[in-house]
């Protein structure tokens, strides 16, 4: 009995020994200095805002002196009006800082991942480093999908429907507004394979769960199917398809990564 006591207290041991090492690595700021305190922390979170701040101003001067030139292209040759002089300025602003916004998150992100990767276990680094470009990839994917599928159909759709009883005037400030709610859902709507694979990296979700919530998931695809596309079945179906198959791949994936995990500690069980 005695030698199955001393391998009991071993394995303790090195369980006791790698959660301290956890948590002294979550501890971290640098390597330099392990056991860095608040303001150190605070002045690194500074400095992130303040590059984020200083990107999002350089997009907003690039994007705001270019208007002239990509907005005709991306308004496809619509009608649109502007109703006065104001309304030019109000457009150029708020079309420069919304989009801005949205081309200076690839470098937020960047900025809060070195800030954040001192205090993360090699686990979560290792998943995040790899995620990064895919991420930014279904991003593009689903902002794609947007331009060219949802809008159009969404658009043309509640034109020719307004023209039935109305002269349909739409402004150049309304255009952009419905044409990014009509394209920024569908970029981040198609990070889900992502955030399944990371919550199940956490070991928040399972395969069980998303099997078991299916039907709730599906519904609540419906409802922003339903906020971002004409009343009409075909777009609803064109919209809806491809969130339920970016459901069903997350579950393959999860899957697949479940069935890995429990054969490398199959085989370690019978390598001890």
Same mark, same amino acid.
């Given at each position: 009995?005695?030698?199955?006591?001393?391998?009991?207290?071993?394995?303790?041991?090195?369980?006791? #020994?790698?959660?301290?090492?956890?948590?002294?690595?979550?501890?971290?700021?640098?390597?330099?200095?392990?056991?860095?305190?608040?303001?150190? #922390?605070?002045?690194?979170?500074?400095?992130?805002?303040?590059?984020?701040?200083?990107?999002?101003?350089?997009?907003?001067?690039?994007?705001?002196? !270019?208007?002239?030139?990509?907005?005709? /292209?991306?308004?496809?040759?619509?009608? +649109?009006?502007?109703?006065?002089?104001?309304?030019?300025?109000?457009?150029?602003?708020?079309?420069?800082?919304?989009?801005?916004?949205?081309?200076?998150?690839?470098?937020?992100?960047?900025?809060?991942?070195?800030?954040?990767?001192?205090?993360?276990?090699?686990?979560? !680094?290792?998943?995040?480093?790899?995620?990064?470009?895919?991420?930014?990839?279904?991003?593009? +994917?689903?902002?794609?999908?947007?331009?060219?599928?949802? #809008?159009?159909?969404?658009?043309?759709?509640?034109?020719?429907?307004?023209?039935?009883?109305?002269?349909?005037? /739409?402004?150049?400030?309304?255009?952009?507004?419905?044409? &990014?709610?009509?394209?920024?859902?569908?970029?981040?709507?198609?990070?889900?394979?992502? /955030?399944?694979?990371?919550? #199940?990296?956490?070991?928040?979700?399972?395969?069980?769960?998303?099997?078991?919530?299916?039907?709730?998931?599906?519904?609540?695809?419906?409802?922003?199917?339903?906020?971002?596309?004409?009343?009409? /079945?075909?777009?609803? &179906?064109?919209?809806?398809?491809?969130?339920?198959?970016?459901?069903?791949?997350?579950? +393959?994936?999860?899957?697949?990564?479940?069935?890995?995990?429990?054969?490398?500690?199959?085989?370690?069980?019978?390598?001890?």
């Amino acid at each position: 009995m005695e030698p199955k006591n001393k391998d009991s207290r071993k394995k303790r041991e090195v369980t006791e #020994h790698t959660e301290e090492e956890v948590v002294r690595k979550r501890k971290k700021v640098t390597k330099e200095d392990p056991y860095a305190p608040l303001t150190d #922390h605070l002045e690194d979170l500074r400095r992130v805002l303040i590059k984020s701040a200083l990107v999002i101003f350089a997009m907003f001067l690039i994007i705001f002196s !270019t208007v002239g030139w990509w907005f005709p /292209v991306v308004s496809k040759g619509a009608d +649109i009006v502007v109703l006065g002089p104001f309304e030019v300025i109000r457009f150029y602003l708020r079309t420069s800082g919304a989009i801005s916004i949205g081309f200076s998150i690839p470098f937020i992100c960047w900025f809060l991942w070195q800030f954040m990767r001192p205090g993360l276990v090699d686990k979560e !680094t290792q998943f995040l480093k790899g995620s990064l470009p895919v991420m930014l990839i279904l991003f593009c +994917i689903g902002l794609a999908f947007g331009y060219f599928i949802v #809008h159009p159909l969404s658009y043309f759709f509640l034109i020719e429907m307004g023209e039935q009883n109305f002269n349909v005037l /739409v402004t150049a400030d309304e255009y952009m507004s419905f044409l &990014l709610i009509t394209t920024i859902p569908f970029g981040l709507v198609f990070q889900l394979p992502v /955030v399944a694979m990371f919550l #199940h990296h956490i070991e928040l979700l399972s395969v069980d769960v998303m099997t078991s919530m299916r039907k709730y998931a599906y519904f609540i695809l419906m409802v922003i199917t339903a906020l971002i596309a004409p009343p009409d /079945v075909f777009t609803h &179906l064109v919209t809806l398809i491809p969130m339920i198959l970016l459901y069903e791949v997350s579950i +393959i994936l999860i899957r697949r990564k479940e069935r890995r995990d429990a054969a490398k500690e199959k085989k370690a069980q019978k390598n001890a």
